[in-house]
Antibody
Framework: EVQLVESGGGLVQPGGSLRLSCATS????????MDWVRQAPGKGLEWVGR??????????EYAASVKGRFIISRDDSKNSLYLQMNSLKTEDTAVYYC??????????????????WGQGALVTVSS | DIQMTQSPSTLSASVGDRVTITCRAS??????LAWYQQKPGKAPKLLIY???SLESGVPSRFSGSGSGTEFTLTISSLQPDDFATYYC????????FGQGTKVEIK
């Protein structure tokens, strides 16, 4: 059974930092591209960023709203995904989900969706 | 970024009703569209990918159609477990989601 379990959420002041973790099991983590998606209270879903696998040099991509402040990393030996959030703003308040990509990738392009999600971790940025 | 617009925002329906939700893309996304179901306090759950492919384990009363810029999610006979919020998502380029459609009890 595929499982993704986030941890590390909490209350942080504006300008502060927080690190989320996502522990996974039930699939070959090292082969997969993994993502973070967030949802502000009462709002819709927003993609945050992605990490590719070792075959693609662990390259990352980020949404414009978090680029330069958030860093996604992974530890394949621990089957875990991380989100380091720096210079946090009140508008970063959200439930953060880790998600596994499913779908199709070639050397040229990727067409992937999110086939498994964690239960989410609430991050509240407030003074 | 590609904008995704869902309609309606809220839908009131009864058990047994046929329900249709529409999703429009601001530019062509071929068939690179997914649908998700989300219940309060829970993570989204994948229902449909590539516009019309049913995810394993999802009941056959759910179906998707469309290509290009216009897509629909249909629930053929609404069940009590289906009252939730539904999101479309394009994956032709950087992922973007629709704003959601809440299906509530009439």
């Amino acid at each position: 059974e595929v499982q993704l379990v986030e941890s590390g959420g909490g209350l942080v002041q504006p300008g502060g930092s927080l690190r989320l973790s996502c522990a996974t099991s039930g699939f070959t983590f090292r082969d997969r591209y993994m993502d973070w998606v967030r949802q502000a209270p009462g709002k819709g879903l927003e993609w945050v960023g992605r990490t590719r696998n070792k075959a693609r040099s662990y390259t990352t991509e980020y949404a414009a709203s978090v680029k330069g402040r958030f860093i996604i990393s992974r530890d394949d030996s621990k089957n875990s995904l991380y989100l380091q959030m720096n210079s946090l703003k009140t508008e970063d308040t959200a439930v953060y989900y880790c998600a596994r990509e499913g779908g199709y990738c070639s050397d040229i392009s990727c067409y992937t969706y999110f086939d498994y999600w964690g239960q989410g971790a609430l991050v509240t940025v407030s003074s | 970024d590609i904008q995704m617009t869902q309609s309606p925002s809220t839908l009131s329906a009864s058990v047994g009703d046929r329900v249709t939700i529409t999703c429009r893309a601001s530019q062509s996304i071929s068939s690179w569209l997914a649908w998700y179901q989300q219940k309060p306090g829970k993570a989204p759950k994948l229902l449909i990918y590539k516009a019309s492919s049913l995810e394993s384990g999802v009941p056959s009363r759910f179906s998707g159609s469309g290509s290009g810029t216009e897509f629909t999610l249909t629930i053929s006979s609404l069940q009590p477990d289906d009252f939730a919020t539904y999101y479309c998502q394009q994956y032709n380029s950087v992922w973007t989601f629709g704003q959601g459609t809440k299906v509530e009890i009439k």
